[in-house]
């Protein structure tokens, strides 16, 4: 039997995003998910930053970090180091990870922190009414020409951000696309980057239904991944990732390797307290 059924995991706020919102599935999956790994949520921190999806702390049974925009996850690596035991999971939006928050990703990565950080791409920023944000135009190869934003109504005039190539070349441990429209797998999904021992990252193909209603160009675009790629082959996962023509969706990269925390221990293994407390005591002795 679950530790809770999975309806046990909501809490008694209800979420107020628009109708048709992709963020709702994936709230919903994450339910599941929790169910299905036997979360203990006395055991478990969400932790978020500013956007529609960065709400989503309010709506599960769990320790909840509503941090500042772009912030999530300095604010999570030190949740995680100073309890290790805890199962840490970062929520946010395009515009929190790679805009303002772009610049603490690849350290996350790079030092493999044991952590989920779940990123709901809709391509644009809702919250603020439509502007364009650092992926706009990066779903299905729409590229330039893309003008449903207040920011960019003669067509867009900037490159879009890669995600998966990003994460793949900062060295996360786990890297994965899912879709809203598609819970089970988005379910099986957290399943798994829960279990890896890292940094693991899934972008979740979001779609916003005021802003950047891209549902249909998304389903044309998807491909799944399962049977059909080795996880584990790198080059085979970058070529994935370059490919901005389809939407692959499955667990795109997955290595194994010493986490954040395995370091810290190692080092302090080999490290010698009785003579680091004898060597202070002849510094503190010298200022007699």
């Known amino acids: 039997m679950p530790f809770m059924p999975a309806k046990e995991y909501k809490t008694e706020a209800k979420p107020i995003w628009c109708p048709g919102c992709g963020d709702f599935a994936v709230l919903a999956a994450m339910y599941n998910s929790f169910s299905e790994l036997d979360i203990d949520p006395t055991k478990t921190v969400i932790v978020s930053g500013i956007g529609c999806s960065s709400r989503l702390p309010v709506f599960i049974k769990s320790y909840g970090f509503h941090t500042v925009h772009g912030r999530t996850l300095p604010v999570a690596t030190g949740v995680k180091m100073a309890n290790p035991e805890l199962t840490v999971i970062v ?97 099986q999904l957290y399943n798994a980057a829960i279990r890896h021992r890292g940094f693991s990252f899934i972008q979740v193909l979001s779609p916003c239904v005021v802003f950047n209603k891209t549902y249909d160009e998304i389903d044309a675009a998807i491909i799944p991944l399962e049977g059909q790629h080795d996880p584990t082959d790198f080059k085979a996962a970058m070529n994935l990732a370059l490919d901005t023509q389809t939407e692959h969706l499955g667990i795109i990269y997955q290595n194994e390797k010493p986490t954040l925390d395995d370091r810290i221990e190692s080092i302090l293994a080999k490290s010698n307290p009785e003579k680091r407390a004898g060597d202070l005591k002849k510094i503190f002795a010298s200022y007699k």
């Open 91 to 187: 929520t946010g939006g395009d515009g929190d990870a790679f805009a303002i928050g772009g610049g603490h990703i690849p350290h996350a990565a790079r030092r493999n922190v044991d952590i989920t950080y779940i990123v709901m791409d809709n391509f644009i920023y809702g919250l603020t009414k439509g502007q364009t944000s650092p992926t706009t135009g990066s779903q299905s190869g729409l590229g330039h020409g893309f003008k449903l934003t207040t920011t960019s109504p003669h067509g867009q005039y900037e490159d879009p951000l890669n995600p998966m190539a990003m994460m793949l070349v900062y060295g996360a441990s786990f890297v994965a696309r899912g879709y809203s429209s598609k819970p089970k797998q988005l379910t």
